[in-house]
């Protein structure tokens, strides 16, 4: 495994991520930010969150996997949230574990959410930027 996911010492552990990564690779990822859009660009989980998230998570996979790689390498996680709430951010963890769930794996990379007035399409809730490394 070129990734491994740590809690460092002195810092707070969260139950939802782990507060850093330890990459060993040569070959680095950056995936575009991913949306609920299926194969053929159409929109799934219309003004749903919580299914936009998991469709948004599942295309992260989807592109990893295209490329060689897998969750296991992501590094990092940045997911852009239009109105960012609290409860919103609650919508957004459980179409992540959805997402988790039918892949079988655990999105416990280190991440960041951004509260934003919007993305590109309205009909957008939220938008999930990945970095993966290989060997």
Known sequence: MTVELVNPEGIVKVPVHHQASIARGSKIIALAGQ??????????????????????????????????ASTDDITHVTVYVVGYTPAAGKQVMEGRRRAADRLGVDFQHPGTFIGVTSLFDPDYLIEVQATAVLD
């Open 35 to 68: 949306v609920s859009w299926d194969a053929d660009a159409q929109l799934v989980g219309e003004g749903d969150l919580a299914a936009q998230s998991e469709q948004a998570y599942l295309n992260v996979a989807t592109a990893l996997r295209g490329l060689g």
